[in-house]
């Protein structure tokens, strides 16, 4: 008996906890109107590696905020191949605009590793966001860098070299850490599909790139070298 209240009480801080990771990182307060409401309205998830979280098109209840991990979205074409929409990082929101599609996810997640999520009811944000309007200022900055973000890719996409192309992907990456050093947000094989190339031209471009002077690779770190 003691070790099942143990074991509830554990689940519980840890909930508490990344409650209050959320509305510390995504929200930039402690609003305890909304943490209270969140304790009724959200859960924590883990899943393995290369688990989905849900298929495009699947209904659906929850958006995502991740405490652990990195999770890929994608969509999939007519004749079954896929091509990457976006990574997404811990301490960042995903699937937020489910309230506002039909209940119905726009593209598939699947864990990159081990993840860790808070799974938050849609209806707490739509619930809330008729309350504080500062809610929705911050879903909406999120959602602008979120754009800002495919607008870039898209930008590097229509480059026509993919040498070019992943040059200016890496320096995107660079600027948005602000560091010269960066870790590529997923494994080759799937920025190899945002680049719209194959993981055996990929490897061969990081080599070239590598071998003129312009970057430094150890696995997924890579370095810039400014002025190159």
């Not at 905020?65 to 994608?74: A, C, P, Q, T, W």
Request: glycine share 6%; hydrophobic share 40%.
């Amino acid at each position: 008996m003691h070790k099942k209240i143990d074991i509830r009480q554990e689940i519980m801080q840890k909930k508490d906890e990344a409650i209050k990771r959320f509305l510390g990182g995504f929200l930039g307060s402690q609003d305890k109107d909304l943490s209270q409401f969140l304790e009724h309205t959200s859960s924590i998830k883990s899943l393995p590696k290369k688990a989905v979280l849900f298929l495009q098109g699947q209904p659906g209840t929850d958006i995502y905020y991740i405490l652990k991990g990195s999770v890929r979205l994608f969509r999939t074409r007519e004749d079954g191949s896929e091509f990457v929409v976006h990574f997404v990082r811990e301490n960042e929101v995903f699937a937020e605009l489910l309230p506002f599609l039909g209940g119905r996810y726009p593209v598939s997640a699947q864990a990159l590793e081990p993840l860790e999520v808070l799974a938050i009811h849609a209806n707490t944000f739509e619930e809330f966001l008729s309350k504080d309007p500062s809610l929705g200022l911050k879903i909406i900055a999120a959602l602008t860098a979120r754009i800002q973000g495919f607008l870039r890719t898209m930008e590097n996409l229509a480059t026509p070299e993919v040498k070019n192309r992943l040059l200016a992907y890496l320096k995107d990456l660079s600027d948005r850490r602000a560091s010269s050093r960066i870790r590529l947000p997923a494994p080759k094989h799937d920025i190899a599909l945002l680049l719209g190339t194959t993981p055996e031209t990929l490897s061969r471009l990081l080599k070239k790139l590598e071998d003129e002077g312009k970057i430094k690779v150890w696995a997924r770190e890579i370095e810039l070298i400014r002025g190159a």
